[in-house]
Nanobody, 115 residues
Framework: QVQLVESGGGLVQPGGSLRLSCVVS????????MGWYRQAPGKQREFVAD???????HYVDSVKGRFTISRDNGKNTAYLQMNSLKPEDTAVYYC?????????WGQGTQVTVSS
């Protein structure tokens, strides 16, 4: 009964920026950790970033210094600011929220980094 809607993906040139948003609605009773995974064609889904309720963050090494995850608890929304984008960042980006007993996932938003 939890729904997540991602937005903000698109086509950007190398070195450019995008800001992804993830809005959560439905039967969620408490604020919970949220984050992002991504999946490139032919590859496994990869952890990108997460953020706790109090704002602690983690990133995969390949995006450290370039991506920033943030959240607005009042809006049940998470964001992923992506700067200095590289072609290898091309993937479908999926948002999740740590609902119990299993996490809930969005449908994904395509990010393409190309000249």
């Amino acid at each position: 009964q939890v729904q997540l809607v991602e937005s903000g993906g698109g086509l950007v040139q190398p070195g450019g920026s995008l800001r992804l948003s993830c809005v959560v609605s439905g039967s969620i009773f408490r604020v919970r950790p949220m984050g992002w995974y991504r999946q490139a064609p032919g590859k496994q889904r990869e952890f990108v970033a997460d953020i706790t309720v109090d704002g602690s963050v983690h990133y995969v090494d390949s995006v450290k210094g370039r991506f920033t995850i943030s959240r607005d608890n009042g809006k049940n929304t998470a964001y992923l600011q992506m700067n200095s984008l590289k072609p290898e960042d091309t993937a479908v980006y999926y948002c999740y929220v740590s609902t119990v007993p299993n996490p809930s996932w969005g449908q994904g938003t395509q990010v393409t980094v190309s000249s």
